[in-house]
């Protein structure tokens, strides 16, 4: 089945930097959309960045965050700098694919953790 491993979270003091990547394996036909979202403690998870056929960032992360991905490893990374005590949360790697059919069946990772102290 189709997996996504996430790596790269931790610990930064603010306006540090951490980068995040996402690997998917498994039974793949076609990828439309990969991402990152995150999820603070007691709120809604919320989108921080895809790329498709274009690129989308929240608001939070347009001057702060760069989302690239390299579809011959299929693998998807989010360059996080200057970063902020309430960038703290559970990041989570995002995938968005088609079967041969057409059918659309969207993937999450296990989430990472991402803490940023003050």
């Known amino acids: 089945q189709v997996q996504l491993v996430e790596s790269g979270g931790g610990l930064v003091q603010a306006g540090g930097s951490l980068k995040l990547s996402c690997k998917a394996s498994?039974?793949?036909?076609?990828?439309?959309?990969m991402g990152w979202y995150r999820q603070a403690p007691g709120q809604a998870r919320e989108l921080a960045a895809t790329?498709?056929?274009?690129?989308n960032y929240a608001d939070f992360a347009r001057d702060r965050f760069s989302i690239s991905r390299n579809m011959l490893t299929k693998t998807v990374d989010i360059q996080m700098d200057n970063l902020k005590p309430e960038d703290t949360a559970v990041y989570y790697c995002?995938?968005?694919?088609?079967?041969?059919?057409?059918?659309?069946?969207?993937?999450w990772g296990q989430g990472t953790q991402v803490t940023v102290s003050s």
């Open positions: 790329i498709g056929a274009h690129t």
């Open positions: 498994g039974p793949i036909f076609s990828i439309a959309t």
């Open positions: 995002y995938l968005d694919t088609h079967d041969f059919r057409g059918n659309r069946r969207e993937y």
